[in-house]
């Protein structure tokens, strides 16, 4: 898939701040860098702290180069005044600032919404908090796996008769970056009508219910403990074949008898015990074992390619074959980035297309701005911002900057 210039971006010339650190806040930036805005991660001098999470990268945290492409670096010390005045006389040129420092933290610092918006009106302010800005835990620290374990999740999760189970991926963090992106630039189109910035409260713990509104439905006259969970069971699930594992998903009566006949299973396929969702479901125990035995016959491969677009399916991969699948770089979700530590790598491309691009046939990728090494653009910023070269020096010198 061609790849979009910048400037063809919806968000083009909209300029973002990122103070935020972990995974939520800095996603969500990179999600608004994805659709053409300028983004800064601004970090302290230590640095955000993903960077030194476990990674068998080296000199970089592989979760840190994932989470913040599209982005330029500028390392800042916000405790003191002069870093405090570099701040202001970025947020008076943005578009956008995202945080997720817990409740009064933002005060301390005197990068509240009040303060902020005073020197620029505009600014749409987004604070990634783990409870929200009120309420008995709102200062209290959120991490995905605690938003987790406390609404639910985790408790799904868990096998019959089995301990609750953690979902690993940061599953709550992504969704709240996609709540973020999606939040300012929803303020973003208001504020073309209004002329003002607003502030806007996104939570992990929205984040983790609003993943499960399937779920969070509470009937009036309902029991408060029922079964919740829309699991279609029986056959729909990951299964073993002769090599490998396959999922498969035979919801709809088309799909159920697609199956059936692949697997030379035509007696099933019409029969009155198994012709819905829930009949299948109640009958598993009869009907796995013959899925199973059927699958036996070849591996998850070959049974993919033999169900193509009949049966809904997919052969069990690990991540790593995402980076040359067919699919994948028909559609250029994949491109070249590098990075000051870890040089060039692969990573995540454009995940939507706009306009004519979507229409144009596959071809090579451009190299993308990688995530920044630390304070790898302070100094080009700081340039921007008015400060001559003796004031750079000095701020350099005096660690304001870095």
């Known amino acids: 898939m061609q790849q979009e210039s910048p400037a063809d971006l919806p968000l083009a010339g ?22 053409g805005a300028d983004v800064i ?9 993903l960077r030194k999470y476990p990674s068998t990268l080296e000199t970089e945290s592989r979760a840190f180069l994932g989470i913040n492409r599209n982005k ?20 008076r040129e943005a578009d956008v600032l995202v945080h997720n420092f817990r409740p009064g933290v933002p005060e301390r610092l005197r990068i509240d919404f009040a303060t902020l918006s005073a020197v620029n009106p505009r600014l749409v ?25 406390m609404t639910g999740m985790c408790a799904a999760q868990a096998k019959a008769d089995g301990p609750p189970e953690v979902l690993y991926g940061s599953v709550v963090d992504y969704y709240g970056a996609a709540l973020i992106s999606n939040s300012v630039a929803a303020a973003l189109y208001r504020r073309e009508k209004t002329g003002r910035g607003q502030a806007i409260d ?9 993943m499960q509104s399937a779920r ?26 002769r090599e490998g594992y396959l999922y498969l998903s035979a919801n709809t009566p088309h799909f159920w008898r697609a199956l059936c006949g692949h697997l030379n299973l035509p007696e099933l396929a019409d029969h009155p015990d198994y012709d819905s969702v829930r009949k299948r479901a109640a009958q598993a125990a009869v009907l796995v074992p013959l899925v199973r035995q059927a699958l036996s016959r070849a591996s998850a491969r070959e049974w993919a390619e033999r169900f193509g677009q009949s049966v809904p399916c997919a052969e069990v ?11 994948v770089e028909a559609m250029g979700l994949m491109r070249p980035y590098r990075n000051p530590q870890a040089g060039g790598y692969l990573g995540l491309g454009q995940w939507a297309h706009f306009g004519a691009a979507a229409e144009k046939p596959a071809a090579s990728q451009a190299a993308g701005r990688g995530a920044p090494g630390l304070g790898e653009h302070s100094e080009g910023i700081l340039s921007t911002l008015g400060y001559s070269e003796p004031e750079i020096r000095q701020l350099l010198q005096s660690s304001v900057v870095q």
């Open 14 to 35: 909209i300029k973002v701040l990122d103070l935020s650190a972990y995974i939520a806040g800095p996603y969500g930036c990179a999600l608004l860098g994805d659709l």
């Open 125 to 149: 302010y987004c604070a990634m908090t783990g409870y929200g800005a009120v309420g008995p835990m709102a200062r209290h620290a959120g991490y995905d796996q605690v938003l987790q374990s």
């Open 72 to 91: 330029r670096g500028l390392c800042l010390n916000l405790k003191e005044a002069a870093g405090h005045e570099v701040l202001l006389r970025l947020v």
């Open 41 to 49: 991660k601004v970090e302290p001098p230590e640095g955000d702290n």
């Open 202 to 210: 996104v939570s992990l713990l929205g984040s983790a219910l609003a």
């Open 216 to 241: 969070l439905v509470w009937a009036d006259g309902e029991p408060r403990h029922v079964e919740r969970d829309m699991r279609s069971g029986g056959i729909t699930g990951i299964h073993p074949t």
């Open 317 to 327: 991969r690990p991540v790593e074959d995402m980076f040359d699948h067919p699919q």
